[in-house]
């Protein structure tokens, strides 16, 4: 399976175990930025590591403190492999431009239609640089 994704941030190519998230999250106390582990407990996947994956994001639970967390992921090293977003959130979106101002290796960020993100799902995924993503054979 293999996709062409709009690029909403620029960032590193990204390679690895897919999280296709089943609920929206909320960054700002639903993320550990020490460790990258999803810390809502409210969270269908509660406990599960975003840090190194490709995180399928079905939406966001607004909080203007979500790019901070993020920001923090990429200074941590805890940042998700690449960001697939199905629709943008500028919110979140700031902290990896900021990250990568302060000079932080930061993953790259696309959008891609929610109805895409079940094909990649239980298995791993690379993100290139110019959006596409392909699923890992």
């Known amino acids: 399976m293999s996709a062409a994704a709009e690029i909403l941030v620029p960032g590193k190519a990204g390679e690895g175990e897919t999280l ?38 079905p939406g966001t639970i607004g909080s203007s403190s979500a790019s901070a967390v993020l920001m923090e992921l990429a200074h941590n090293g805890r940042a998700p492999a690449a960001l697939v977003l199905h629709e943008p959130d500028a919110i979140l979106l700031l902290g990896l431009i900021v990250a990568r101002e302060m000079g932080w290796e930061t993953p790259i960020a696309v959008r891609l239609d929610r109805g895409a993100f079940d094909a990649y799902r239980g298995g791993a995924a690379t993100v290139a640089a110019d959006g596409a993503i392909a699923a890992a054979v």
Do not use: Y
């Open 20 to 57: 296709v998230l089943t609920a929206p999250i909320s960054f700002w106390g639903g993320v550990d930025p020490k460790t990258g582990r999803i810390a809502d407990v409210r969270h269908p996947q509660h406990g599960e590591v975003i840090a190194g994956r490709v995180l399928f994001l």
